[in-house]
């Protein structure tokens, strides 16, 4: 444990910061899921599911919790898949 007070505000921050960017990443991948399990039952809102998701993909690499290629690949592969 660190005995320097800044370092331990430090690693207080820290374990706040992953719980926030953790709970961010859930969920998009909540929000990816989703859209596709209505992609693949047929649902009405497909459209609004995707928009949603993309949304959070797109916030996710703004905030730098995904590569901006792997939401390039995410948003490619629902376009995909709304396209079908």
């Keep these: 444990m660190a005995n320097i007070a800044s370092a331990i505000k430090r690693v207080r921050q820290n374990e706040k910061n992953a719980a926030v960017n953790s709970a961010k990443?859930?969920?998009m991948r909540t929000a990816i899921k989703r859209f596709e399990t209505a992609v693949q039952e047929g649902a009405d809102n497909v459209e609004e599911l995707h928009q949603h998701a993309q949304k959070l993909v797109d916030?996710?690499?703004s905030k730098n919790l995904i590569h901006a290629n792997?939401?390039?690949?995410?948003n490619s592969r629902m376009a995909q898949k709304l396209n079908k």
């Design 70 to 74: 792997k939401a390039s690949r995410i």
């Design 59 to 61: 916030q996710a690499v």
């Design 25 to 27: 990443v859930s969920e």
